[in-house]
């Protein structure tokens, strides 16, 4: 079955869009689990058994990951989130030349969709658009300051970068299986590209600790037919401190749902 199938059967079961960013930043864990074996792995096992009813997605970060401890930790987390029926978005933004990238692609064979970054074209993410049954989220007008160093440059055409990463995503989705990133923190390209590719999820990173536009992100993140993702890492994960953070972490997912739910 198509990701995209699948994502709007979890949405339809949760009755919600909210991705839970699993960015497990190893210096934030509380006291009480840092003598664990995996302490990442026992940290996101009671953030998922505390927000999985709420949750469409979860989107790991691969940077928070990427020690010998860490794939450890990410595997149990995969294995663990699967178990309760949550899929997986690897937020891993990877691409490279052709042989290099077939070994990048091999991370789909654990998860169901990924991030990748567009920069140096389509053979470089050939490899994961070939993958029907998963999900890409091609990176499109992201979400932090330098954001316009280079996606808001205008082209000769007079677009911006970024509208033609959009127009390439869409040109890339032989499959039904591409989508795009744009931050929460730009709702003018968030409503200006839902317009020009209106066939093509969002995910939309940036609300929460960076502030962008719950709003916006709902009323043009989501497609017509209300598949879509929202997501926020610190402010679920990071909710609360010390015993108890997995509490407030239920409390800031089932928050966060109900907040995006009064504009779906
Ligand atoms: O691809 C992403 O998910 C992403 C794209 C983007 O434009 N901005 C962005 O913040 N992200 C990711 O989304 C998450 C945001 O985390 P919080 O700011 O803690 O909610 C991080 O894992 C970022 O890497």
């Not at 919600?16 to 497990?24: E, H, I, N």
């Not at 600790?209 to 598949?227: S, Y």
């Amino acid at each position: 079955m198509n990701f995209f199938d699948r994502l709007a059967d979890r949405i339809a079961t949760v009755d919600s869009v909210v991705s839970v960013g699993l960015d497990a930043d190893p210096s934030r864990i509380p006291d009480h689990l840092q003598e664990k074996d995996l302490p990442q792995w026992a940290f996101n096992r009671r953030i998922i058994d505390a927000t999985h009813e709420h949750a469409a997605v979860y989107k790991p970060n691969a940077a928070f990951y990427e020690s010998e401890e860490g794939w450890r930790s990410l595997r149990e987390t995969i294995a663990y989130a699967e178990g309760k029926g949550v899929p997986i978005l690897l937020d891993a933004k990877r691409a490279d030349i052709g042989n290099t990238t077939r070994q990048y692609a091999k991370l789909l064979d654990d998860v169901d969709a990924i991030t990748v970054n567009p920069y140096m074209g389509r053979d470089s993410l050939e490899p994961f658009l070939s993958r029907e049954d998963k999900g890409v989220f091609v990176l499109c007008r992201t979400s932090n300051p330098g954001a316009s160093d280079l996606q808001d440059l205008e082209l000769d055409t007079g677009e911006p970068l970024y509208e033609r990463v959009a127009a390439l995503a869409d040109l890339w989705n032989r499959n039904d299986n591409v989508g795009i990133v744009v931050g929460a923190t730009a709702p003018e390209e968030l409503e200006s590209l839902r317009e020009q590719v209106p066939e093509l999820p969002f995910l939309v990173p940036g609300v929460g600790a960076q502030g962008g536009d719950a709003e916006a992100a709902v009323e043009f993140g989501l497609r017509a037919d209300g598949v879509g993702l929202v997501n926020s890492s610190r402010g679920i994960i990071f909710a609360g401190e010390g015993e108890g953070f997995e509490k407030a972490a239920g409390r800031a997912a089932r928050r966060m749902k109900r907040r995006l739910n009064e504009f779906r």
